[in-house]
């Protein structure tokens, strides 16, 4: 699988290991393990999926570029795989779900990797974690119409976010904080699941 994202074009080592490190089979379930390391989404239940290695190993890049990812944000921590993916770069991880069986699935799978410096919490992801803000990084798992402000407001000065974006096609969006000023830069476009307010 690592092999394969470098020839996609990954060029993060630190995103590479980090992939390399964090098992996928143990996030989907037992009858799809044999397609656990193809470059593909797979359901999770829930209409949810677990994300194809390459977009996770891309939007980590993105946000990457050159810095620490610091204290994360992910919101949409599904079945737990980014989160486990994130916890080896970032500083810490908050991982935000608003599915309760997904979370507790996400727990039960993170539980065998002992990964102290994640922490994961059942809320409403498009409202953020406002009672642990401000966030270096955060990267949303789901796509939105638009930018959510309120996880804009959540991002420390110097913060990097990346959101899809788009009622249609959608396109992984950053919006980098510098003081006041939100910069936003578009890159590929990509397929995810709706971001949903609310919690069940």
Not at 160 to 187: A, C, I, K, W
């Amino acid at each position: 699988m690592v092999e394969r994202l470098r020839e996609q074009g990954i060029r993060d080592e630190a995103v590479l290991a980090a992939m390399m490190r964090v098992p996928r089979h143990l996030f989907v379930d037992q009858g799809l393990a044999y397609s656990a390391y193809d470059d593909t989404p797979l359901p999770i239940g829930y209409q949810q999926t677990i994300s194809q290695p390459y977009v996770v190993a891309r939007m980590i890049e993105i946000l990457r570029a050159g810095r620490e990812l610091g204290r994360t944000l992910e919101v949409g921590a599904g079945c737990g795989y980014q989160a486990a993916v994130l916890s080896q770069i970032a500083t810490e991880v908050f991982a935000v779900e608003r599915i309760r069986p997904l979370l507790d699935l996400a727990r039960e799978n993170l539980r065998t990797l002992r990964l102290a410096n994640v922490r994961l919490k059942y809320a409403d992801g498009s409202l953020g974690l406002p009672e642990a803000a401000p966030f270096d990084t955060i990267i949303v798992a789901a796509g939105a119409r638009e930018l959510p402000a309120s996880l804009k407001q959540q991002l420390a000065a110097g913060g990097r976010m990346l959101v899809p974006v788009g009622s249609g096609d959608q396109h992984l969006t950053l919006v980098e904080r510098q003081g006041n000023v939100y910069r936003e830069s578009r890159f590929e476009a990509v397929r995810f699941v709706p971001l949903l307010t609310g919690t069940e």
